[in-house]
DNA sequence: GCTATTATAGATACATAAAGTCCTTAATGG
DNA sequence: CCATTAAGGACTTTATGTATCTATAATAGC
């Protein structure tokens, strides 16, 4: 098991919007150099991450992405579940009648995975960067 | 991101072979009927769990699959990571010079999640259920 | 030793999802 | 009006999971 690509992909490009300038949008084009991928790919990733509400775009000339919160409010399962989506790790396949309760387990270990990646915001590794990278 | 179903299937399989008699071995044959699964798909993912020293097998008249250790010291993680592999959930795909710290937060957040599947053993579990099933 | 039983392994087929491209449309600034 | 930039749909390619079938090997019981 494996998060997708597109995770890693959103997780850099939005390191780099909150290293930027928070006034002053980013656009695709700059974001796909930074990190090595297509521009057409990269817009699909962040327009989800603009569904998401963690980002707001604006078209047009001078345009690009900018973040919709305040830096410290981004955490890092934010990010993940933008792409990733929210559903469990595991589905269980029988049908025996209540809850499953091996799926419980696997539940409460996720809520532990998840709790700690809400509390790691990207503000805090952005400002473990030696520059704007 | 979610685990194969083939998780879910070794997951219940396990549980089954715990709350066993631990002499007598179970053949697959009895498993897949059990899960609801075929037989030979069944097998392939029993000898994966074989292959991580979860279980051993017998073949022949009267053989099938049983515990290798004792109940109590078979967790969850053992058996998802014999079915899922041990790599990490986010490889970066970037090549900034050193480590990625955003992989070291997501190594972080994996590894509590690994800590409590680790201290979760399917014999917890097998105890709450009302009967061998 | 012979036979039935049972696990192992390889080849193959199918479905689904991820990864990526191309083109069109829409919106914004100058 | 025009250049720029995001959004969205259609499509291709590739990889992985799911599953089946067949053949092989090993074991128990007679």
Redesign the pocket.
């Known amino acids: 098991m494996k998060y ?3 995770t890693d992909y959103a997780l850099h490009a939005m390191l780099y919007l909150v290293a930027s300038a928070p006034d002053k ?1 980013v ?3 700059q974001l796909a150099e930074k990190l090595g ?5 990269l ?2 990733l ?2 989800k991450l ?1 569904k998401a509400g963690l980002i707001v ?9 900018r973040l919709r919160k305040a830096q410290d409010e981004i955490s890092f399962l934010h990010v993940i579940q933008a792409i990733e989506g929210t559903a469990s790790l595991l589905e269980c396949s029988l049908d025996h009648g209540d809850e499953c309760l091996i799926q419980q387990v696997v539940l409460d270990a996720e809520r532990q995975m998840e709790q700690l990646l809400a509390s790691k915001k990207l503000v805090d590794v952005a400002r473990r960067l030696p520059a704007t990278d």
């Open positions: 997708s690509q597109a949008p656009g695709v084009q991928v297509s521009p057409t790919y817009s699909k962040m327009t603009v775009s604006t078209p047009g000339a001078n345009g690009g992405y």
